[in-house]
């Protein structure tokens, strides 16, 4: 499915400091380029799943990282 517009009926409008829209429930679809007030995991328009949280790779990378050290030890 494609961006068909109707996210935008779901846009987040408010303008607050960056890094607080996913505490305040706002998702991030990267395929509509858009941020929106939506409950679901999935985008309501084109199917693509949402962002939820801002830095979830780098942790990631860190956690993988702490891994490989203890295994050397
Ligand atoms: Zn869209
Ligand atoms: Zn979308």
Redesign the pocket.
């Known amino acids: 499915m494609q ?5 935008k009926k779901y846009k987040a409008t408010d303008n607050t400091r960056e890094g607080g829209r996913y505490e305040q429930g706002q998702k991030r ?1 990267n395929r ?1 380029e ?1 941020y929106i007030k939506w409950e679901g995991l999935w ?1 309501p ?2 199917g693509y799943l949402l962002r939820t949280k801002p830095r979830g790779t780098k942790l990631k990378r860190r956690i993988s990282l702490m891994k490989k050290a203890r295994m050397q030890d």
């Open positions: 961006c068909n517009g109707s996210c679809c509509c858009i985008c328009c084109c």
